[in-house]
Structure formats: structure tokens, C-alpha cells
Nanobody, 117 residues
Framework: QGYLAESGGGLAQPGGSLRLSCAAAIDNFYAYELHWYRQAPGKEREYVAGIKSDFKRGYAYSVVGRFTISRDNAKKEAYLQMNYLQAEDSAVYYC???????????WGRGTLVTVSG
């Protein structure tokens, strides 16, 4: 049974940056689609960014031009570089990995990002 573990959250000032990491302990990591989601207090969990096994990327409109998702298959890690942070970016950020065939999905436990100052 595999798992994902996020790190890199913390406190940032508006306009600042943070880099989140997601370390994976799963077989065939290279084949998984990887995504970042976030959930602010009192709100639904929302999609932030994703990267496919072929490295194609996608972003929520609210983070385009500010966030960058990447992956390192050799290290079995995914990253979310967050620049020009805004108070609205404050949330718990979750890493998710899924495979379509055979179906498999993993979630991390989240890392808290707070933008204030």
C-alpha cells in the first residue's frame, strides 16, 4: 500500500512564494497523473493544477500565471511552485495521484498554506 506526503506549507506574505512538495511511495509513479487540490475553511475542495505522465500540465483559472506544477519521476516527487500568493490562496493543499488502468488513487494528508501580512 502506497502513500503520498506533502510538505512545504507555511506562512507567506501577500506577493510572496512557497514551494510545495509531494513525496510518493507508490510503484510505477511515472505512470500516474498527479494533481494538487486545496480546501479553504468552509469551502469545497477545489482543483488547483495537474500534470500527466507525458508532462502535459493544466491549471485552475485562478492560479494561471502564478503557480507551476512539476514532477520528478526519478525522485517520485511532485511540486507546486506558488508565486504572487494572495490571501485567497490560503488553504490546506493536497496532493493526489491516480492511475486509470488498473484504477488506483492516493491522497496525501495535506499541508497548510496561510497567506497573511
Amino acid at each position: 500500500q502506497g502513500y503520498l506526503a506533502e510538505s512545504g506549507g507555511g506562512l507567506a506574505q501577500p506577493g510572496g512564494s512557497l514551494r510545495l512538495s509531494c513525496a510518493a511511495a507508490i510503484d510505477n509513479f511515472y505512470a500516474y497523473e498527479l494533481h494538487w487540490y486545496r480546501q479553504a475553511p468552509g469551502k469545497e475542495r477545489e482543483y488547483v493544477a495537474g500534470i500527466k505522465s507525458d508532462f502535459k500540465r493544466g491549471y485552475a483559472y485562478s492560479v494561471v500565471g502564478r503557480f507551476t506544477i512539476s514532477r520528478d519521476n526519478a525522485k517520485k516527487e511532485a511540486y507546486l511552485q506558488m508565486n504572487y500568493l494572495q490571501a485567497e490562496d490560503s488553504a490546506v493543499y493536497y496532493c493526489e495521484a491516480h492511475l486509470y488502468n488498473p484504477p488506483q488513487q492516493y491522497w496525501g494528508r495535506g499541508t497548510l498554506v496561510t497567506v497573511s501580512g
